[in-house]
């Protein structure tokens, strides 16, 4: 301000008209010969101004335009995955559904057909079975090598991470409680432990086949319970072609991998 | 056009957008799932393959299977000697009756649902045999109840045996 104090009078003198808006722009002083276009007076930062406004305008509509563009995506995606568990989810209730088809046409459990009943488990093939691909006397931990690989090889593909349990729930004999000794006494081998109540069942489940998912915290697990009869052979009156039928379940749980 | 038309253009553009995706995404989220066939289809088959079990069970009554007991529904008098020393029991009330109770409790009332066990001499019109898992009024709350398809027992088939299965309340 001070230097365009000092050069105001020598303009005067040298003919030139005295302006005092426009010979200085932006505080630096100009002769009227060199005026630039471009000058620091209320017009020009009223445009200025407004370009500032519609350079705003256009960041703003163009950030509204990628918000929605973000939010339909996120909406796209999630519809997506949503659709994809819930494909999932039906493709593992049809797994549990063929594996509790397959547990219960399994030949290996079947009653002879002379008995020509439906769904029906003859205990002593149960008990063979479930030495076989569990392990002898219901402990897991002493199966052979060999039996081992049979579970694996064979066994897996036909009911892959699941368990199959047993549970006898009516023997016909004894009212509500299970005789659970008369099994052992009978010759069967088959020993089904007392569950006292407030237990769902009168006895321990006996495990078939063994293979549900330990090592991951949350599989996805689906359940089926299919009510069966369960012959027992050891009681066959003479000339029979039956033993005693008792009423039971058999528990399918499958334990899908969570993806 | 005006450069306010534009504007007004362009933001009714903009609601009309977000009106449809709106409708999307409520159509998407409040659609109910139909489960009801699924539920049908699991409770059939649930009444089905209890009830085929249950026929076949061995009872107290010299090893008889239970259809055969039921067939005792026709006469509700019938009893049947249950040890050696002679003791007689009544086929209906006391061995059929108790054990269908267990069997129906143990599966299906641990699964939360209700039962209905019916078991109906043709001739008669009457229920000879009727076990429930409901309790209170019967029109204090809707069921969805599936009925398993009318067994006739074997051998005679003279007594008609239905099983429904229902939601529980």
Known sequence: MRKTRMHQPSEARRGGRAVSKAIHLCGIPLSTRSRPLFLCSDRVSARRKRAQLQIGESIAVLFI????????????FRASLAGYNEKLASDQSMDIVRITLAAQSLPELQC????????????QAMQALADKIYGPNQDANIITSEDKELRDFYYNDIFLTSRIEAIITYDGMAGSAIDTGKYTADGLGITFEASPPPAAYPTKPFIIYDKTILDSL????????????????????HGASRGELYFGLLRITYTAPRI | MRKAQMEIMGIAIVVMLIAVGLVFYLSFSLK???????????????????LNALLQVSTKCGK???????????????????????????QLNDIAKPAIKIILDSSIKARNLDYEFTSQAVISTTSELFISSKTGASGAYVQVCTRSRETETQPLGLVRVSLSVCNNG
């Open chain 1, 65 to 76: 335009f990628m918000l929605m563009v973000g939010f339909g995506l996120f909406f796209y």
């Open chain 1, 112 to 123: 002879t057909s002379r008995l020509s009943i439906r769904n029906c488990v003859d205990l």
């Open chain 1, 218 to 237: 949350h599989p996805n697990t689906y359940v089926e319970i299919v009510p069966v009869v369960f012959n027992n052979p050891t009681r066959m009156d």
């Open chain 2, 32 to 50: 109910p799932k139909d489960t009801s066939v699924k539920t049908t289809y699991i409770q059939s088959t649930i009444a089905a393959n209890t």
């Open chain 2, 64 to 90: 008889n299977m239970m259809g055969v007991l039921i067939e005792g529904t026709k006469n509700t008098g019938a009893t049947c000697v249950i040890d050696r020393a002679g003791t007689t029991k009544n």
